[in-house]
């Protein structure tokens, strides 16, 4: 495959940030300057003799010339003239509106700010700020590929003078300036309120949620209801600076921060906490990234939670896709297959499964052909997958043919390790189909769902590990937690906090359902559970971010609902064209 290809024009700091974070990501890099030594020649970039050499055949150009408006609209009219219709065009500046940089040039609907903070190496944000004329398809496609290396990308609804991020800053810096003017506090008191306080809050929540949590229990509206009079007789002020206010302010700042000669000292510092800061913030605030299988499609897909945007890695699959999990470090997605289906079934519904040609295959997680790692036949329909993150086995129910299995990561030491045939009253209340282990606790859970729409699901656990001297069909150590559900499905656990969550595709008023209830104690029945969601057309799949409190939920419609689980708010992030099976989720 291809790498794709970025052209860098302008080799300053910030140029050169970007061309090494595209090149740590794989992409080639083309970088022009008006001064080809300001190229490094010892880092892997081609060094372009002219802006359309740098230009031809790049996905994506990054402008960085001098923050000036007639040299900016210069570059940009011979970037356009050696760019493709495709093309993304995205400029530096950090002042300059896209629409006035766009003025006159044949590409305006091309032509975007992606507004890096510096140093773009550490700071994440990169803002995308479209201009009246740039189209939607080359936003969605900057925010991708920004996403891709690595960054943070907000794109802005419309253009504004200073953006978000500089307005913001503003408005701060203002008032700090006329705190220090009027003798309330000097430049380095106030440095110490900031980062001691709002400094230290802002670095992990933003602005809203700060206040939404101020509030208590009741959020921004207490705040607005009970404190927002006293808010509002603050009055805010913009300072109206002599120029012995602003010499008397820069002796402040320097007196407490330094001169030129010790500026390298003072960077390296600030960007050391900064990264420590971010290491440490980021763990909490990662990026959900869900993968969703289609059944009817046969396809594997990312979808992202935020935009709905739904990227197929492989599609043509006619063996009915149903279980995924996704393992980042290794660069893979694994998914169960129920075989080739007994006849076609159409949207909404799914097809008969009775011959034994399940499998487990795997698709690199950048998208290509399968591999099959649990050979065809070896157990009859794959339904959920699980894995021990640690160990990286894998777990799955098997419907029809009644029973648990494992197998490592490999896909090798295939293993009953529950059989089911022949424990209930017919041989439908056997069929296995949720699955989620705890190897910390040693344990493991499933559903069997019983008839459709007949009430006769149930949740069962037992230990990972066979008891010994029994095997899967004789072991003792089953313990029945739910029974008499409508249909339950896929199943989740959050054991920090001590609850199970699963999907019932069964009849109302209880069934079509997203269910949670905390995971019962050794040797006890599981308690009422509490309906989180209600409404879905056969629910089946089921992904949960405990750390941002959301449940992703799939149904044989081929919508995706997200679901908060605190306010209960929920929203169809996205629809996929045939029968929504699987989901798993990931974080970047």
Not at 24 to 29: A, I, K, L, N, S
Not at 65 to 88: N, Q, S
Not at 352 to 363: D, E, K, V, W
Not at 560 to 573: K, N, Y
Request: proline letters at 6%.
């Amino acid at each position: 495959m291809t790498a794709p290809r970025v052209a860098i024009i302008g080799a300053g700091v910030i140029g050169l940030s970007w061309a090494e974070l595209f090149h740590e990501r794989g992409w080639d890099v083309a970088v022009f300057d008006v001064s080809p030594d300001a190229v490094p020649r010892d880092r892997g970039f081609e060094i372009a003799a002219s802006i359309a050499d740098a230009v031809r055949g790049a996905t994506l150009v990054q402008e960085n010339g001098p923050e000036r408006l007639a040299v900016k609209r210069e570059l940009l009219a011979h970037i356009a003239a050696a760019a493709t219709d495709d093309t993304i065009i995205a400029s530096s500046t950090s002042s300059l509106l896209p629409s006035l940089l766009a003025e006159g040039n044949s590409r305006a609907a091309q032509i975007l700010v992606g507004h890096p903070y510096n140093p773009p190496q550490i700071m994440p944000l990169v803002e995308i700020v479209p201009g009246p004329a740039t189209r939607t398809d080359i936003v969605q496609e900057a925010e991708r590929i920004y996403r891709e290396i690595g960054k943070v990308p907000v794109a802005l609804r419309r253009e504004i003078p200073g953006f978000v991020g500089n307005r913001v800053q503003k408005a701060v810096l203002d008032e700090a300036m006329w705190l220090v003017t009027h003798g309330v506090v000097d430049a380095h008191a106030f440095d110490v309120i900031f980062q001691e306080s709002l400094g230290l809050r802002w670095a992990s929540i933003g602005v809203f949620e700060a206040s939404h949590l101020g509030g208590g229990p009741a959020g921004l509206r207490h705040i607005i209801e009970h404190v927002g009079a006293a808010l509002d007789a603050i009055e805010l002020q913009r300072p109206d600076l002599s120029e012995s206010d602003r010499s008397a302010i820069v002796q402040q700042v320097e007196s407490a921060y330094g001169l030129a000669d010790t500026y390298p000292a003072r960077a390296e510092r600030r960007d050391r906490i900064t990264r420590a800061v971010r290491s440490t913030v980021g763990i909490e605030q990662r990026r959900a990234t869900l993968y969703a299988l289609d059944l009817l499609a046969g396809s594997v897909n990312r979808v992202d939670p935020l935009t709905g945007t739904v990227t197929p890695l492989h599609a043509g699959l006619t063996e009915a896709p149903d279980g995924i999990v996704v393992d980042p470090a290794a660069g893979t997605v694994t998914f169960t297959c129920m075989g080739a289906p007994d006849a076609p079934a159409a949207r909404g519904e799914e097809p008969t499964f009775t011959r034994a040609n399940g499998s487990l295959q795997r698709i690199p997680l950048a998208g290509g052909a399968p591999q099959v790692i649990v050979e065809r036949g070896s157990f009859v329909t794959g339904k959920q997958l699980a894995a021990d993150p640690a160990t990286g086995r894998l777990y799955w129910s098997d419907r029809e043919g009644r029973g648990i299995y494992r197998a490592e990561a490999d896909g090798s030491g295939l293993t009953r390790l529950v059989d089911t045939r022949g424990t209930g009253p017919s041989e439908v209340e056997d069929w296995c189909v949720g699955i989620a282990v705890d190897p910390g606790a040693g344990l493991l859970y499933w559903t069997q769902k019983g008839g459709a729409d007949a009430g006769q699901g149930r949740i069962l656990r037992a230990g990972i590990e066979i008891p010994r001297g029994e095997d899967a069909a004789t072991r003792s150590d089953i313990e029945t937690l739910w029974q008499g559900l409508p249909e339950p499905i896929d199943l989740e656990l959050d054991t920090a906090a001590g609850m199970i969550y699963w999907t019932d595709r069964g009849a109302g008023p209880d069934g079509n359902t997203l269910n949670r209830a905390p995971i019962p104690a050794p040797g006890r029945h599981g308690a009422f559970p509490t309906i989180l969601s209600r409404g879905y057309r056969e629910a089946i799949g089921l992904a949960l971010d405990p750390v941002h409190h959301t449940a992703y939920v799939s149904d044989l419609s081929g919508e995706i609902r997200e679901v908060q689980l605190g306010s209960g708010a929920e929203r169809v992030i996205a629809t996929l064209p045939g029968a929504a099976t699987g989901l798993a989720l990931t974080w970047e």
